[in-house]
């Protein structure tokens, strides 16, 4: 068939929408019509070519909502007419990684989804008879894509599209990363680094979880209203602090007798290696955990003195905020359906696929949380 998409030519140049060529579902696999998108930071890391993994020509995307037009042969778990969620992070719930329990990352089909393909290795996509790579398993930025089972979660039927495209990575990573990944528990303090589509969601997971003490810090004042309606209790500009962070932020989180400072948990949510440093060291000394979310670049590399770990802290890593995502994410689309979850005020930007370089532009610009394609 052919399919409307938003294709990645190549490294740093703006995406090209185009009618393509999609091949239908094979064993395992189904059919589905994106219906929404959103646009992550991550898919502008990988478009702007940082992104070791990355491969063109390429349909981006990873965000996405949408319905089941079609199902392969051995499909049991889906069929015609299901409202669904792709996932970057497929539940195969056999393979070591998900039997395990102690992790999300289910390892079925890493491998192929990182290198642009579909579990045989081969692609479903194409133009004029070259090949077109998938991106992470999802390639929402088409208004069709093909996806193995394993890696789509259904949800409720009710559900608006426009809003739960949302659920398919920032919501979830950022409420995840503090309930799945970090165990928040009540009374805690916590601050969250860079407050866009990731850490606004970080800080309703902080309320959520019960925490006393939310600071958001970021470079953008335009930030700390946005954060102040997500449940943030204080919020930091770096530039205005006039100081070195680490210490502003420590002497801000003494509490009562506690009089030596740093947050029982800190997040890093902007994927630069220096601020990923900073808040390790504001958490607390013989307790506190700092949970990595960023994505860095090709190259980069973290540091701090190891006695910052020696004296206690934790650092950690999250995906997709340790959900479980066949699992998980219909939870997550519940919560929001019953008003446990904010989703609507984030979206602050509705595109045509036309318009889809639009949304690049305007997350360049500090201007937006979320643009969300709609088809
Ligand atoms: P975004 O562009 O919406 O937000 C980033 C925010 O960080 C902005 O508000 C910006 O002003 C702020 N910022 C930038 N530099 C800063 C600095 N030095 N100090 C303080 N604030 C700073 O991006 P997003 O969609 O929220 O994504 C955030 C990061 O999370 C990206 O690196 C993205 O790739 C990553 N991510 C990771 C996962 C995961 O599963 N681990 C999932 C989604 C996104
Ligand atoms: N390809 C990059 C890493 C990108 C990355 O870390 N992706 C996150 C999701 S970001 C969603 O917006 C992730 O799920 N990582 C786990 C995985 O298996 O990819 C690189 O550095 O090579
Ligand atoms: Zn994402």
């Known amino acids: 068939m052919k399919t409307r998409a938003a294709v990645a ?16 579902p094979r064993e395992g696999e189904v059919l589905i019509e994106v219906k929404a998108t959103g646009i992550c930071h991550t898919d502008e890391f990988t478009l702007s070519g940082a992104d070791p993994e990355g491969i063109f020509p390429a349909i981006l995307g990873h965000e996405g909502a949408g319905v089941v037009v079609d199902v392969g042969p051995g499909v049991t778990s889906l069929r015609k007419g299901d409202h669904v969620i792709p996932l970057y992070t497929p539940e195969c719930r056999a393979c070591p990684s998900c039997l395990s329990q102690k992790t999300n990352l289910c390892t079925a089909i890493r491998s192929t989804q990182g290198q642009g393909l579909m579990p045989d290795g081969t692609s479903r996509f194409s133009l004029n008879g070259e090949k077109l790579h998938h991106y992470m398993g999802c390639s929402t930025f088409s208004n069709f894509t093909v996806l193995p089972e394993i890696a ?3 949800v409720n039927p009710d559900a608006p599209f426009d809003k739960i495209c949302y659920i398919g990575c920032g919501v979830t990573t950022g409420v995840g990363a503090v309930i799945n990944t970090a165990k928040v528990e009540i009374g805690s303090t916590a601050i969250v680094f860079g407050l866009g589509g990731i850490g606004l969601n970080v800080i309703q997971g902080l309320r959520l979880a019960g925490a006393d003490m939310i600071i958001g810090v970021d470079l953008n004042n335009d930030k700390k209203e946005w954060g102040e309606k997500f449940g943030m209790t204080h919020f930091v500009n770096p530039k205005e602090v006039g100081e070195d962070i680490v210490p502003y932020l420590v002497n801000l989180t003494k509490r009562g007798a506690d009089q030596i400072g740093g947050a029982d948990y800190t997040f890093d949510c902007t994927g630069n290696v220096h601020v990923m440093r900073q808040a390790l060291e504001s958490a607390h000394r013989g307790w506190g955990e700092s ?10 590399e973290i540091s701090t003195r190891p006695f910052q770990l020696v004296t206690g802290r934790t650092w950690k890593g999250t995906a997709f905020g340790g959900a479980r995502g066949r699992t998980d994410v219909p939870k997550i689309v519940d919560w929001y359906m019953e008003g446990k979850i904010d989703i609507d005020p984030m979206i602050t930007h509705t595109l045509s696929l036309d318009e889809i370089n639009k949304g690049f532009d305007l997350m360049h610009a500090g201007e937006s949380i979320r643009s969300v394609v709609v088809y």
Do not use: C, F, S, T
């Open 291 to 300: 949970i990595v979310i960023g994505v860095a670049g090709a190259g980069q």
């Open 152 to 154: 789509v979660a259904k």
């Open 9 to 24: 030519v190549q490294a740093g140049k703006p995406l090209e929408i185009m009618e393509v060529d999609l091949e239908g």
